[in-house]
């Protein structure tokens, strides 16, 4: 058995993205230090990023514009332009930030590369997504590229019909069990689970989601190769 | 000859764009008066959205952060943050307005699909364009849809590879010589161009670019069904 495609997701499976995030929360979060604790401070910008959600989708343009919202919020309007700007400014050194790879991400992508297709299957803003994919000399690896505004079992499906993937024979590895792993295993596909050492939020499964699938789990994707070597024999 | 595939731009070709943002910018420009003129208010907009565009990208998420900041400028930080969410909620708006059509696009649109493989190229936000997509009630007619960061000649190129399409029997339809119309023809295509009543400065081809290509030009969509015809004879 060869699989017909071998997909992976981007951030926090081969470089580094939620510790951005966090690095920025925690520059936004002194920003409003003393007035609000820092719980409460990650809870209102959590409670910001989830209702805009559904306006702004996932990205940070739309992160940058929930931390200048919650800051309004919890200072009831006595923030200054110019923390906003600095704020602004945050997010635009997130968007400037080079995508720094994930431990052995570069020698296993390329040899992989040598045996199977590879393909970059990422959620978030196209933009900024693709000036991520530029700058981690990962490019040339990916016989396809799709960046998604959501990851579900329809969006994962479109993609086998547009390619003529089978689902037995297409194996997906990421770090999310929501938009990586579960998606995909429910359409019957195989998935490969290889948790980033932080989660946002948003992307925690619950354990009745979880329960409902099965899938392959790895510690960092150094093991990787030889697990898809079991799996094609 | 019959084409492989007839492709349209969204945003001002099918349904009106320019125009919401141009409301935007009125309110953004009142919220400035009468410490500017207004000119200079929107010069200084546009240097900032096209300082930004390289790591904004397009789209209503990165003007309204591009809006913030121009506003601040102004300012000299005196804007206040009650202010700033007004243009913040000056955003939210444009991101929830459904995409209202251009005279004539749901017929035209409809009849050509009968005879013709119909595909959507747009470029922008891809959050946001999916939204105005599927709320334009037009998705069901179009074989395939690219949203792009961008529309170079390489750009096109990758979706004529994908598709298998034959450049000399791929028509383009848009608003914007330079995104839709330029690109296309200087790669084998054919390309109809229907101007907007409003042209965003980013966009304006020069003279030297336009004197380069031939294309045709019509002064509204109602028109396109007839010229088709006469190229497919």
Redesign the interface.
Known sequence: MKFDAIAFDADDTLWHNMNLFDNSQNKFRDLLLPDHSPDWINERLYAAETR?LE?????V??F??SM??T??EL?E??????E??SI?DV??TM??TPAQLLDNVQHVIHELSHVHTLMLITKG????Q?RKIAQSGLADYFTHVE???NKSEADYQRILDRYNLSADRFLMIGNSLRSDILPVVAIGGQAVHIPYQITWQHEIATKEEQSKHTYHQLEAIAQLPVLIDELCR
């Open positions: 805009n306006i702004f989708g996932y990205g343009k739309g940058t514009l200048i919202e800051a309004i200072t309007g006595r923030i200054t332009a110019n906003i700007q602004l997010g635009k968007l400037k803003d196209l933009f900024d693709e960046i998604l505004s």
